[in-house]
């Protein structure tokens, strides 16, 4: 089965860029998506077909893919970024889940 | 502004079916993949199945055994079953919508369903 792995946590200064990989068997050839999940809450989509942002989702919010990663770049992260992230794909008609990445904002 | 709504018993006994609703308000169930997406307490996202408003299906391989997902147009809702469930299957049990190779773009509160005697 196809599978996502993610760095299992990043962490970043307030202000600085976190990036968040998501490494996959020629991800490049297909879309990714990315979320976010804050702490009993449902997660919110970020990022969806590789770079898009949904309405309502920070600039600061960016994506990228190529070859067998994809990447979510947070620049100058603020506290209430501090949130697990999970990136998604779409192999065969299922879906898949990256792993997920804890990121903590110092 | 479409909302998800899960519901359905918080506590199945092990070797019993676990059934899930999910109620669709501000919009139509036409022309989307409508999904059950689960997490184990602490762990990560792992996808369920899909029926997209024409009545195709897709189930996760894993699980593919024991689900079976379908759809209600009249009363904008989509139902989980889920047999045979153990320990394992505790989870919080979303609801979302996407189009067909994009995110999930609703989401669901969730629902914690708990597997226990």
């Known amino acids: 089965s196809y599978e996502l792995t993610q760095p299992p946590s990043v962490s970043v200064s307030p202000g600085q860029t976190a990036t968040i990989t998501c490494s996959g068997d020629?991800?490049?050839?297909?879309?990714t998506c990315w979320y976010q999940q804050k702490p009993g809450q449902s997660p919110v989509l970020i990022i969806y077909?590789?770079?898009k942002r949904p309405s309502g989702i920070p600039e600061r919010f960016s994506g990228s893919n190529s070859g067998n990663t994809a990447t979510l770049t947070i620049s100058g992260t603020q506290a209430m970024d501090e949130a697990d992230y999970y990136c998604?794909?779409?192999?065969?008609?299922?879906?898949?889940f990256g792993t997920g990445t804890k990121v903590t904002v110092l | 502004q479409v909302q998800l709504q899960e519901s359905g018993p918080g506590l199945v006994k092990p070797s019993e079916t676990l059934s899930l609703t999910c109620t669709v308000s501000?919009?139509?169930?036409?022309?989307?993949?409508w999904s059950w997406i689960r997490q184990p307490p602490g762990k990560g996202l792992e996808w369920i199945a899909y029926?997209?408003?024409?009545?195709?299906?897709n189930y996760n391989p894993s699980l593919k055994s024991r689900v079976t997902i379908s759809l209600d147009t009249s009363k904008n809702q989509f139902s989980l079953n889920l047999n045979s469930v153990t320990a394992a299957d505790t989870a919080v049990y979303y609801c979302?919508?996407?189009?067909?190779?994009?995110?999930?773009?609703?989401w669901g509160q969730g629902t914690l369903v708990t597997v226990s005697s």
């Open positions: 979302a919508r996407s189009l067909y190779g994009a995110g999930f773009d609703y």
């Open positions: 077909q590789d770079n």
């Open positions: 998604q794909a779409w192999d065969s008609s299922t879906a898949v």
């Open positions: 029926i997209y408003y024409s009545g195709s299906t």
């Open positions: 501000g919009g139509s169930i036409s022309s989307y993949y």
């Open positions: 020629k991800l490049g050839g297909k879309y």
